[in-house]
Structure formats: C-alpha cells, structure tokens
C-alpha cells in the first residue's frame, strides 16, 4: 500500500462539488470509482482532496491524496484513470508520496481565480466559466476596496457555514482584479479559505464596483463579523481553484 499525490483537473458544471453526497454526482466519487475498479479492490478508496469546491466550481490544479494497493507505475495509474474518467475530469500528475503526506492538512496556500464577464455580447464558447454582469463595475473601486481585505481578518463575515465553531481567521495575502476587454479576472492568494469565502469576497467588491458600497465599508464589514453585512454570494460558474501550495 503507498501513498499517492494527484493533480487533477476538472470541468464543475455537472457537478454536485468535490465532496460525496449520497446519490449524486461528484469530483471525489467518481475518482475513488475508477481506482477501485483499477485496484479490484472491494474497498473504496479515500481521495482526499486539498480542497472541497462547490457545485459548479472548476479546478485547473486540485490536490488530492490516495493509498492504493497496486503493481502499476504512476504513468500507468495515470494513464488508466484518464481512460475511465469522464471527459470533464482529467488527471494532470501522479507522483509516490511520503507516508505522512496529507493533500489538505500539509496545504500552505491555495490561489483560486474568479471571472466575470462584461458588456452587450454573449459569453457563448465560455459561458460556463464566467459569470455575466449586467453592469460595468468600477475596477478601481473595487482594487481600493480589495486593498482592506488583505492581510490576516476573522473573515467571519465572509463565511457561508454559520454553524462554523472553527476559528475564521485567515490570511488573505493577495487580492488582484485586472480588466481585459469583455473580462474582469479576480485572483485570490491565502492560506486557506472559507466555505463560500471566495465568491462572497467577490459579491461583495461587485456591491463596492456597482457603486452600492464604498471601499472604506471593508472595515465595517469585517468588524462586524456577520454574514448579513457582507454582499452576495457569487455565482459558482466563474470560480476556478488554480493552484494549491506546499
């Protein structure tokens, strides 16, 4: 039995996120189905991912942990897995790993992206990667707003679990939005992150970008550690997990 570490990549829209839920589709099911088969094991294996995305959301890079009990390469653990996958699912690595290697709690930083997209056209060949604005937000608005965010907060307000009882600090070292023609690509660097913390973030810079609230309303925000305080949650198409450290 060794210890594995995966690079996946992965298409969420149909999707009922990463983590198992009894009769639905997801990343870590349909991954654990086909190593088993690999394997012909009665067991399911656990792939533990570095992360638990949504519904709908995509990942170019997750992490993720498995033991298996197999005679094959890693190129041939590969190689089987991108046979038997779906097409919205492909495995980018497979490398042995140490013993005590853990995809989520050896993580030390994860960069998600989120995009949004402007102007009277139609997204129609990446529709399913970004989220359509009815409104031209204010791109400096919302950079002067982002600049209160970074840096370590109790992100309370940021977060969709309100039976949280973990501590909600969080180090949120980078936050870039950038403006290219018809898309507004958000990016996000930290040591890790909410539930929702990410599109809720997002939500809410589109209130300071539409003009609905001021950049100086950060402090508040965070100050008051409620959820109801912060904006909206974000669609979950134009989120995108890019990159996990260790």
């Excluded at 149909?14 to 009769?23: F, L």
């Excluded at 994860?110 to 997209?117: H, I, Q």
């Amino acid at each position: 039995m060794k210890n594995y570490k995966l690079v996946i990549a992965y298409e969420g829209s149909r999707y009922y996120g990463w983590e198992h839920q009894p009769d639905k589709d997801t990343v870590q099911g349909k991954l654990e189905t086909v190593l088993m088969r690999m394997c012909e094991s009665q067991t399911v294996p656990e792939v533990i991912g570095a992360g638990r995305t949504d519904a709908g959301v995509h990942a170019k890079a997750m992490v993720a942990s498995v033991r298996l009990d197999t005679r094959m390469s890693c190129e041939e653990i590969k190689a089987y897995m991108n046979r038997y996958l779906p097409d919205d699912i492909g495995v980018v690595e497979v490398r042995e790993a140490s013993e005590r290697f853990h995809a989520r709690y050896k993580a030390v930083g994860k960069t998600y992206s989120y995009t949004c997209y402007v102007g009277e056209g139609k997204p129609v060949f990446n529709r399913r990667f970004v989220t359509k604005l009815d409104f031209e937000p204010d791109v400096e608005r919302m950079q002067k707003a982002a600049e209160y965010l970074q840096g370590e907060h109790d992100f309370k307000s940021f977060c969709g679990n309100p039976k949280m009882k973990k501590s909600t600090v969080r180090n949120v070292d980078m936050i870039t939005i950038k403006r290219s023609k018809n898309q507004i690509y958000f990016t996000f660097h930290g040591t890790g992150f909410l539930q929702h913390m990410v599109r809720i973030l997002v939500g809410t810079l589109l209130e300071v970008g539409a003009g609905r609230m001021e950049p100086e309303d950060m402090i508040r925000i965070l100050d008051s550690r409620d959820r109801k305080v912060a904006g909206p949650t974000a669609p979950a198409q134009g989120l995108c997990m890019e990159k996990v450290d260790y």
